[in-house]
């Protein structure tokens, strides 16, 4: 646990880096993907949290059970400074993964990006703010009027598809009620048919 526990144990002193330092910096000038600084972060927290709570300080407060078991004081404290930074990071892979956090990072990462390639100036307020205010809804209106469209004409083509699923439907119940009436006609000569036959073979002669 010595790369989880920066102290060291004989002297009591923690042994930490440079202030500030960062174990991934990347070159000068060169931009750090917001995912992997949101995973530094929760490394420093993690170093800084166990640093604060050294095993030192740990010992202090419970110099009976070191005194008695200090193999086993040791070992209670190893396991627990791990088992808190597991709970740490899988709370904030939750969290990640609950809003989504590494696509919208990534996202906003693009668009920092895409707005340092661009040349045109930046929108600014023109200072009256009606016509502000409408360049910024009309555009929106405008989208939302076209998904509206886009979504009633979907709607008109599913309504049409089923109007003529309906009709075929209804062709076929009267094509098969027509198919019946012409079997039941014909059974009816049929049976017609065998009467006759059988009156004509019943007669004396």
Not at 6 to 34: D, F, L, M, Q, Y
Not at 88 to 115: C, F, H, P, T, Y
Not at 136 to 142: Q, R, S, T
């Amino acid at each position: 646990m010595a790369a989880a526990r920066s102290v060291n144990a004989e002297s009591g002193r923690e042994e930490k880096g440079p202030e500030g330092s960062c174990p991934e910096s990347g070159p000068p000038g060169a931009t750090i993907p917001r995912v992997k600084l949101l995973d530094t972060l929760v490394d420093t927290f993690l170093q800084k949290l166990v640093a604060a709570g050294s095993y030192q300080r740990f010992t202090d407060c419970y110099k009976h059970l070191y005194q008695l078991q200090p193999e086993m004081t040791q070992r209670i404290y190893d396991k627990l400074v791990t088992q808190l930074q597991t709970s740490v990071r899988e709370e904030i892979s939750e969290i990640k993964a609950e809003g989504n956090l590494e696509a919208v990072l990534n996202s906003l990462d693009k668009i920092v990006q895409e707005s340092k390639d661009r040349t045109e100036p930046a929108w600014r307020p023109s200072g009256i703010p009606e016509e502000d205010m409408r360049s910024a809804l009309v555009p929106y209106f405008l989208q939302q009027r076209d998904a509206l469209q886009r979504r009633v004409h979907r709607q008109e083509a599913e309504n049409r598809q089923l109007a003529e699923a309906v009709l075929a439907g209804r062709g076929l119940v009267q094509e098969l009620r027509r198919q019946g009436r012409a079997r039941q006609q014909a059974w009816q000569a049929l049976r017609r048919e065998q009467m006759e036959l059988l009156g004509v073979l019943g007669e004396p002669e």
